[in-house]
T-cell receptor, first 115, second 114 residues
Framework: AQSVTQLDSQVPVFEEAPVELRCNYS??????LFWYVQYPNQGLQLLLK??????LVESINGFEAEFNKSQTSFHLRKPSVHISDTAEYFC?????????????FGTGTRLTIIP | ETGVTQSPTHLIKTRGQQVTLRCSSQ?????VSWYQQALGQGPQFIFQ???????GRGNFPPRFSGLQFPNYSSELNVNALELDDSALYLC?????????????FGSGTRLTVV
């Protein structure tokens, strides 16, 4: 079984300030890790993912996340946020076992950017 | 690529009724998964289909069923609707054995059961 904990349900941040959205996971097997973003009244968009290799992964819009196996974490960071980053962010894990790749999501973190 | 299209976008049903939600996947995306996202929650895995067969299921009762068609479209059927079935239903598709795990999500169908 696997689970995901997003420690903050809401994070308000001033524009151009840095932000960290926390994610911890639990799994008895190796996992892949993902961050998805959901804008109001829309579906999920993949922000970034860790499959293997470098533990630091980056997205095209300035977000980055670091896989920490010892702490079972995959926190999302951005050094300077913009109004357009206002959205719900979901951390997710997937088993590496082929045939069992369902995504298990956390409960989400609502990021609100304050002008 | 045309993305993943879901229909309808919104739906209101009465408790006890049956509902069918539809999803049209990208060409070549022969694996489709359905998720239920209740208000304020993360998406929950319902089931996955590959080559028109269910090959994975989450903790949902049998009144949640699905179909997948050769043209990359699929359906989620829910019988005997309950008030707790009110949620956003998301369809996600990808190519089979896609080692990049490129799930593509639709915008969802918001179902309200009254």
């Amino acid at each position: 079984a696997q689970s995901v904990t997003q420690l903050d349900s809401q994070v308000p941040v001033f524009e151009e300030a840095p932000v960290e959205l926390r994610c911890n996971y639990s799994s008895s097997v190796s996992v892949y890790l993902f961050w998805y973003v959901q804008y109001p009244n829309q579906g999920l968009q993949l922000l970034l993912k860790y499959l293997s290799g470098s533990t630091l992964v980056e997205s095209i819009n300035g977000f980055e996340a670091e896989f920490n196996k010892s702490q079972t974490s995959f926190h999302l960071r951005k050094p300077s946020v913009h109004i357009s980053d206002t959205a719900e962010y979901f951390c997710a894990v997937s088993s590496v076992w082929f045939g069992n790749e369902k995504l298990t999501f956390g409960t989400g973190t609502r990021l609100t950017i304050i002008p | 690529e045309t993305g993943v299209t879901q229909s309808p976008t919104h739906l209101i049903k009465t408790r006890g009724q049956q509902v069918t939600l539809r999803c049209s996947s990208q060409s070549g995306h022969n694996t489709v998964s359905w998720y239920q996202q209740a208000l304020g929650q993360g998406p929950q895995f319902i089931f996955q289909y590959y080559r028109e067969e269910e090959n994975g299921r989450g903790n949902f009762p049998p009144r949640f069923s699905g179909l997948q068609f050769p043209n990359y479209s699929s359906e989620l059927n829910v019988n005997a609707l309950e008030l707790d079935d009110s949620a956003l239903y998301l369809c996600a598709s990808r190519p089979y054995r896609d080692t990049n795990y490129g799930y593509t999500f639709g915008s969802g169908t918001r179902l309200t059961v009254v």
